[in-house]
């Protein structure tokens, strides 16, 4: 059963740094692994992603202040984020895909807020 688990997520204040991590179970050779957010209110949208051969693209709100890696042997995606500002508020998930199927996870808040 694939099983995909973040965690990192929480209140931090303007300015500060967060990691995220999403290690999943049950995949067999992964693909491109990434990150969504959903902040209230608006529809989901792709933050990060970086290919099996480690290429990685950002979205350009957070260009320069996130950075996206992976851990092939652990299967595990993370994402730092520094300089976050109130409008990096939302839900972050992580996507994974394998053999043509992508899986997702439940997500961790991420609150960014004096």
């Known amino acids: 059963q694939v099983q995909l688990v973040e965690s990192g997520g929480g209140l931090v204040q303007p300015g500060g740094s967060l990691r995220l991590s999403c290690a999943a179970s049950?995949?067999?050779?992964?693909?491109?692994m990434a990150w969504y957010r959903q902040g209230p209110g608006k529809e989901r949208e792709l933050v990060a992603l970086i290919t099996s051969g480690g290429s990685t693209n950002y979205a350009d709100s957070v260009k320069g202040r996130f950075t996206i890696s992976r851990d092939n042997a652990k299967i595990t995606v993370y994402l730092q984020m520094n300089s976050l500002k109130p409008e990096d508020t939302a839900v972050y998930l992580c996507n994974v895909q394998s053999r043509g199927t992508y899986y997702w996870g439940r997500g961790t808040q991420v609150t960014v807020s004096s």
């Open positions: 049950g995949i067999f050779s992964p693909g491109t």
